[in-house]
């Protein structure tokens, strides 16, 4: 490898550190505007997504605009870690940005739009995604609403974490961000003179403008780093078996901190018969997992270390595991239950590939009318 390429790798990995170090310093910000806003914006905010069914289509309509459910599911960890949003809240919200976070794939798949064969091919590797999400839904958020073995399960796996070798649970983050959060709330208030809550408003501000900018540059500067290899990966790796195709799809998502990538990365080779939408299918599910990442990295950012005989604050790694939970357990029942995502999304594919408008229609209907029509007839 050249000594220019060598280089520009190394600057690509330090943009990766300083994008990283942004991003969780955004989150930490929401958290102390939050604690500015004081207990009417909190109330506020619980009030209007307490509504399990309105928090669901939130999560959707939001993650289809961004096209982001890191983006998403951080903002609600931000959330839920700052003491604005309880757990029990936040987990429609989360389910709703899985379902949203598959219009990315599927609008790749139109692509292919003018091959009849070569876009029914597509697009069913594209909705495969898209079904298995609100199948995991539709069997899920009621058993959420009656019982909620996701928030209990997510409660002990936090308390397992936090008390692993009986050591206090303190993030291992909090020394690197604290101090610029605490620089920029001191520059606001003393060397700008602002009040309170208009300190509040800039720094919630800053925070969503950093925490979007820093994903999405997050993503490019990843994809340009990996997807080369990955290309190559996934094409000789790829057909082995279905464990091998999750882990690739998990370890790959990870690495982009983005599953709309990954999956999208597949959609064409899907779409030009070399890769089986059976095979594709524990891809996505891969993908699904290794999207969970950026959300706890997120909530590490959130935790209060405690002191004085107090318990920690991790109500937003509870957030972040209660995402991991929810996929698990979707995995757990349609992997097995594959015919069911997989059949919708062939016959989906199959009416799309007849008359290709009904695929502007799936895509505009699920992710923005339905969700808007939810949202606006429940208020």
């Given at each position: 490898?050249?000594?220019?390429?060598?280089?520009?790798?190394?600057?690509?990995?330090?943009?990766?550190?300083?994008?990283?170090?942004?991003?969780?310093?955004?989150?930490?910000?929401?958290?102390?505007?939050?604690?500015?806003?004081?207990?009417?914006?909190?109330?506020?905010?619980?009030?209007?997504?307490?509504?399990?069914?309105?928090?669901?289509?939130?999560?959707?309509?939001?993650?289809?605009?961004?096209?982001?459910?890191?983006?998403?599911?951080?903002?609600?960890?931000?959330?839920?870690?700052?003491?604005?949003?309880?757990?029990?809240?936040?987990?429609?919200?989360?389910?709703?940005?899985?379902?949203?976070?598959?219009?990315?794939?599927?609008?790749?798949?139109?692509?292919?739009?003018?091959?009849?064969?070569?876009?029914?091919?597509?697009?069913?590797?594209?909705?495969?995604?898209?079904?298995?999400?609100?199948?995991?839904?539709?069997?899920?958020?009621?058993?959420?609403?009656?019982?909620?073995?996701?928030?209990?399960?997510?409660?002990?796996?936090?308390?397992?974490?936090?008390?692993?070798?009986?050591?206090?649970?303190?993030?291992?983050?909090?020394?690197?961000?604290?101090?610029?959060?605490?620089?920029?709330?001191?520059?606001?208030?003393?060397?700008?003179?602002?009040?309170?809550?208009?300190?509040?408003?800039?720094l919630l501000l800053m925070s969503?403008?950093?925490?979007?900018?820093?994903?999405?540059?997050?993503?490019?500067?990843?994809?340009?780093?990996?997807?080369?290899?990955?290309?190559?990966?996934?094409?000789?790796?790829?057909?082995?078996?279905?464990?091998?195709?999750?882990?690739?799809?998990?370890?790959?998502?990870?690495?982009?901190?983005?599953?709309?990538?990954?999956?999208?990365?597949?959609?064409?080779?899907?779409?030009?018969?070399?890769?089986?939408?059976?095979?594709?299918?524990?891809?996505?599910?891969?993908?699904?997992?290794?999207?969970?990442?950026?959300?706890?990295?997120?909530?590490?950012?959130?935790?209060?270390?405690?002191?004085?005989?107090?318990?920690?604050?991790?109500?937003?790694?509870?957030?972040?595991?209660?995402?991991?939970?929810?996929?698990?357990?979707?995995?757990?029942?349609?992997?097995?239950?594959?015919?069911?995502?997989?059949?919708?999304?062939?016959?989906l594919a199959e009416v799309t590939?007849?008359?290709?408008?009904?695929?502007?229609?799936?895509?505009v209907g699920v992710f923005f009318?339905?969700?808007?029509?939810?949202?606006?007839?429940?208020?």
């Open positions: 490898m050249s000594a220019g390429r060598v280089g520009y790798r190394v600057i690509r990995i330090l943009a990766v550190i300083v994008l990283l170090y942004a991003f969780l310093v955004s989150i930490k910000m929401m958290g102390a505007s939050f604690k500015m806003f004081g207990k009417g914006f909190a109330e506020n905010l619980i009030t209007s997504t307490s509504n399990p069914f309105v928090g669901l289509f939130i999560g959707i309509l939001a993650t289809s605009l961004v096209q982001s459910s890191s983006t998403v599911t951080s903002l609600v960890v931000g959330f839920v870690g700052g003491g604005m949003l309880p757990v029990g809240c936040a987990i429609p919200i989360i389910m709703g940005a899985n379902v949203g976070t598959s219009i990315t794939n599927t609008v790749v798949s139109m692509a292919f739009v003018t091959r009849k064969e070569d876009f029914k091919r597509a697009f069913a590797g594209a909705t495969v995604h898209d079904f298995f999400n609100p199948s995991s839904v539709a069997l899920l958020f009621p058993l959420e609403l009656k019982f909620h073995p996701i928030e209990k399960i997510s409660l002990l796996l936090t308390q397992v974490f936090k008390n692993a070798g009986g050591a206090r649970f303190t993030s291992p983050l909090k020394v690197i961000i604290s101090p610029a959060v605490h620089g920029i709330e001191g520059l606001l208030t003393k060397a700008f003179g602002l009040p309170e809550k208009a300190c509040a408003v800039v969503v403008t950093v925490l979007v900018a820093s994903l999405i540059y997050l993503v490019k500067t990843m994809r340009s780093l990996v997807l080369s290899q990955a290309e190559t990966v996934v094409e000789r790796y790829l057909f082995r078996n279905d464990l091998f195709a999750l882990m690739l799809g998990l370890v790959l998502t990870v690495m982009v901190q983005s599953s709309s990538v990954t999956t999208s990365l597949v959609v064409p080779l899907v779409g030009a018969g070399i890769l089986t939408l059976t095979r594709c299918y524990p891809f996505t599910l891969g993908a699904n997992l290794g999207t969970t990442c950026t959300a706890f990295l997120a909530s590490l950012a959130t935790v209060k270390a405690a002191g004085g005989g107090v318990q920690a604050n991790t109500a937003g790694v509870t957030a972040a595991l209660a995402h991991l939970c929810f996929n698990i357990m979707g995995i757990a029942v349609f992997y097995p239950l594959r015919i069911v995502p997989i059949t919708l999304a062939t016959k590939a007849a008359s290709r408008k009904w695929a502007i229609v799936f895509v009318l339905l969700p808007l029509a939810v949202i606006t007839l429940a208020r």
